[in-house]
């Protein structure tokens, strides 16, 4: 009994020898394992403060950028208004001209239908037939239908009856 005691006892001996060099390789490749996990570790906490840091700086870029969009467009929109009212300035303006424009060719057509209605129905029908037949026109409108009868009459009738024509319209 002794014996296998002592058998037993050395075999004992020789697996715990066996699992202690086990147990030895296992913990020597943990530690590398962990060792190169650390340095892993740290190149993932670089990058990633990296990542950080252009984030921020891309988020101020934008923010700046922003700003200076939002300057231009209150710029763009000072000149669209600045535009706009000189606009109506000028469609004012251009309102005011049209109807001085009017007034003047008022006056001037009532002049010169006071200066047909002095002439003779004969020398006004010579010149009214000699000129643009749409001034002849715009001049006859301006006579009495009394005195434009007789400068009619002495009126070549084909211009006469031509001028009648555009009278009418």
């Given at each position: 009994?002794?014996?296998?005691?002592i058998?037993l006892f050395?075999?004992?001996?020789?697996?715990?020898?066996?699992?202690s060099?086990?147990?030895?390789?296992?913990?020597?490749?943990?530690q590398?394992?962990?060792?190169?996990?650390?340095?892993e570790?740290?190149r993932i906490?670089?990058?990633?403060?990296?990542?950080?840091?252009l984030?921020?700086a891309t988020?101020?870029?934008l923010?700046?950028k922003?700003?200076?969009?939002?300057?231009?467009?209150e710029?763009?929109?000072e000149?669209l208004?600045s535009?706009?009212?000189?606009?109506k300035n000028?469609?004012e303006?251009l309102?005011q001209n049209e109807l001085?424009?009017k007034e003047?060719k008022?006056t001037?057509?009532?002049?010169i239908a006071?200066?047909?209605?002095k002439?003779?129905p004969a020398?006004?029908?010579n010149?009214?037939s000699?000129m643009?037949?749409?001034?002849?026109?715009?001049?006859?409108?301006?006579?009495k239908?009394k005195?434009?009868?007789?400068?009619?009459t002495?009126?070549?009738?084909?211009?006469?009856?031509?001028?009648?024509?555009?009278l009418?319209k």
């Amino acid at each position: 009994m002794k014996v296998i005691l002592i058998v037993l006892f050395m075999v004992n001996s020789l697996f715990s020898l066996q699992t202690s060099d086990r147990l030895f390789d296992c913990t020597e490749i943990f530690q590398e394992r962990k060792s190169e996990l650390l340095v892993e570790l740290e190149r993932i906490d670089e990058q990633k403060q990296a990542l950080n840091s252009l984030k921020v700086a891309t988020e101020e870029l934008l923010k700046q950028k922003e700003s200076k969009l939002n300057q231009k467009e209150e710029s763009v929109n000072e000149k669209l208004a600045s535009i706009t009212q000189k606009e109506k300035n000028i469609q004012e303006m251009l309102k005011q001209n049209e109807l001085v424009l009017k007034e003047l060719k008022s006056t001037k057509m009532s002049k010169i239908a006071q200066t047909f209605a002095k002439m003779k129905p004969a020398s006004a029908s010579n010149i009214l037939s000699d000129m643009n037949e749409q001034e002849a026109v715009d001049i006859l409108q301006s006579l009495k239908p009394k005195v434009v009868g007789k400068i009619l009459t002495k009126m070549d009738p084909k211009k006469a009856s031509k001028l009648t024509q555009l009278l009418s319209k």
